[in-house]
């Protein structure tokens, strides 16, 4: 698992890369996601609201005492692990395919290091599925394009688990980078959206100290 938010491509299980340029995460400012990222406070909020007893009136406590709270929180950091560790493994199959056949020792690396990717994920996909959505309901209507875009994303994760499990000595990586790639994107319109969406409306229906007893 990744205990204490380190990205997993540090982990001895992870195939080397070689580069000399430095790995980074995704800038969360750099998003473009046709056009679902339009999202306006001021005349959006109502739309959402379910119950005149939690109005939408939370966001002007937390720019107060939170400037930075869309970007800087729980949510968007964990998305920020999970892109990093994509960024890792995606520059990792790059350097094994460049070596040809796969070897007996990359192909048992490469199942190690997605178990444990794949353990955090999707330990985190279920617990925004069947705690975090149905939590937030209670106040507000969660949009259908993030819980979706959700969907999707682990969906994609699903396919790649089968196909680690299948790879074995000498198989070509192709499609693996492809559907890869495919779970880059989709971790990017996921967290984007996040982003855009579900932190905006999470910060506008609960209170810094809901949200601090929320995640406790």
């Known amino acids: 698992s990744n205990k204490g938010g380190k990205a997993l491509c540090y982990s001895k299980n992870m195939p080397s890369v070689t580069s000399e340029e430095p790995l980074s995460s995704p ?56 892109l990093y560790e994509i960024t890792c493994m995606k520059q990792a199959l790059i350097e094994v395919q460049n070596r040809g056949a796969l070897p007996s020792l990359a192909c048992q690396s490469i199942k190690a290091w997605f178990g444990a990717h794949y353990e955090w994920v999707n330990t985190r996909y279920h617990l925004t599925r069947d705690l975090f959505i149905p939590r937030m309901e209670k106040r507000f209507h969660f949009p259908k394009d993030v819980i979706q875009a959700n969907e999707s994303c682990h ?62």
Request: charged share 30%.
């Open 27 to 82: 800038k969360m400012d750099s998003f473009e996601v046709d056009g679902t990222l339009d999202f306006d406070p001021a005349n959006d909020l109502p739309k959402y609201q379910k119950s005149k007893a939690f109005p939408p009136d939370q966001l002007e406590i937390w720019d107060k005492h939170r400037p930075k709270h869309i970007n800087d929180n729980l949510i968007i950091e964990s998305e920020k692990v999970r």
């Open 155 to 216: 969906e994609i994760l699903q396919q790649i688990a089968s196909m680690v499990n299948k790879i074995k000595k000498d198989d070509s990586i192709d499609d693996l980078q492809r559907m890869w790639s495919l779970y880059e994107t989709a971790a990017l319109r996921w967290t984007a959206l996040q982003q855009a969406k579900t932190v905006i409306l999470y910060h506008a229906f609960f209170s810094p100290k809901e949200v601090s007893n929320i995640h406790k």
